[in-house]
């Protein structure tokens, strides 16, 4: 598909008004699962234009950030200490059941 053709696929809609879009389509404009789709009316049909990503907040770590705040909020900072004990503990959970 060159730029600016307007080739022809067929698809079919189905019963909750889906459509398919081909895979050769989505990795030409880069879309993946779960990315937003604007969906236009235009007097020649419907315009399927993919939005702006949304760019992510980093790492895992800063975007549980939010989820924790209020559980962690005027706890210590634990230390390297801390962190060992805990992962020791949570791995020998159990061992002799």
Known sequence: M???????IKMKVFPKG????PV??????QI????????IADSDGIL???LPKEKSQGSLTERLF???RDYASGK???????????????FTEGWNK
């Open 66 to 68: 939010g989820i924790f």
């Open 48 to 50: 399927l234009k993919p």
């Open 18 to 21: 889906q459509v398919v879009i």
């Open 76 to 90: 210590s900072k634990p230390t390297k200490a801390d962190i060992k004990k805990a992962t020791e503990d949570g």
């Open 32 to 39: 993946d699962i779960g990315d937003r789709i604007d969906v």
């Open 2 to 8: 060159g730029a600016g053709t307007k080739e022809s």
């Open 24 to 29: 050769a389509l989505r990795k030409k404009y």
